[in-house]
């Protein structure tokens, strides 16, 4: 079932936008755009759940783009994922203090993409977790990691680890054992449910 939520990428990097898009795509709504043209204003008109922005966005950096997206009100909280072409400390450190929530380096891993995206959209989900007995928590944080790196052994044609991927659903058949499950449904529904 794919979720209602738009990831909108913004970077002129033709290939790196359909990269993006053929990795996400099963799980949310992507818009793409090569340059800064039209994308504030399209942002403005229909809020997407997180942006990706790349280290060019046409003529003007991906920093400043940034920059100009939280001078936006219905943009200040929308979570922004900072891709850079290479690993540039002063471009990261920028990029964050702009308002930047998280950042990736070229190349990198289909599950880091994924990882970073659900940890940004589910940050608030996932913090009432802390507030669950251990053995539901770990049911839930087990299950969240074993999505993330399946998403790369898919993509490379890997064997999936079946024990490994059983061993993380562990947490989650103790819960039920020990009834702590109740909790679960409540504590576990995020806007990126997939």
């Known amino acids: 079932m794919k ?3 738009c990831i909108c ?3 002129s990097n033709y290939r ?3 990269q993006i898009a053929e990795a996400l795509l099963s799980f949310y709504g992507i818009e793409g755009f090569g340059d800064t043209t039209n994308a504030l204003a399209s942002l403005s008109l229909k809020t ?25 009100s219905v943009l200040n909280q929308v979570p922004i994922l900072f891709v850079c072409d290479r690993f540039d400390t002063d471009s990261i450190n920028s990029a ?3 308002g930047a929530n998280g950042h ?3 190349p990198y ?4 993409l994924i990882k970073q995206i659900s940890s940004l959209l589910n940050a608030s989900v996932e913090k009432k977790w ?23 052994m898919i993509a490379s044609g890997e064997p999936l680890p079946y024990g490994e991927i059983t061993d993380s659903c562990q947490p989650l058949v103790e819960a039920v054992k020990k009834n702590e499950f109740k909790s679960l449904p409540a504590r576990c529904r995020s806007p990126t449910t997939f």
């Open 16 to 18: 790196h936008r359909q």
């Open 48 to 72: 997407p759940s997180l942006v990706i922005v790349g280290d060019q966005v046409g003529a003007q950096s991906g920093v400043r783009f940034i920059k100009r997206m939280r001078e936006i």
């Open 9 to 11: 990428v913004i970077d």
């Open 130 to 152: 802390e507030a669950l007995p251990a053995v539901p928590r770990r049911a839930l944080q087990g299950t969240v990691e074993a999505f993330n790196n399946i998403s790369d």
């Open 104 to 106: 990736l380096v070229k």
């Open 96 to 98: 964050l203090q702009n």
């Open 109 to 112: 891993r289909r599950s880091a």
């Open 3 to 5: 979720s209602c939520h």
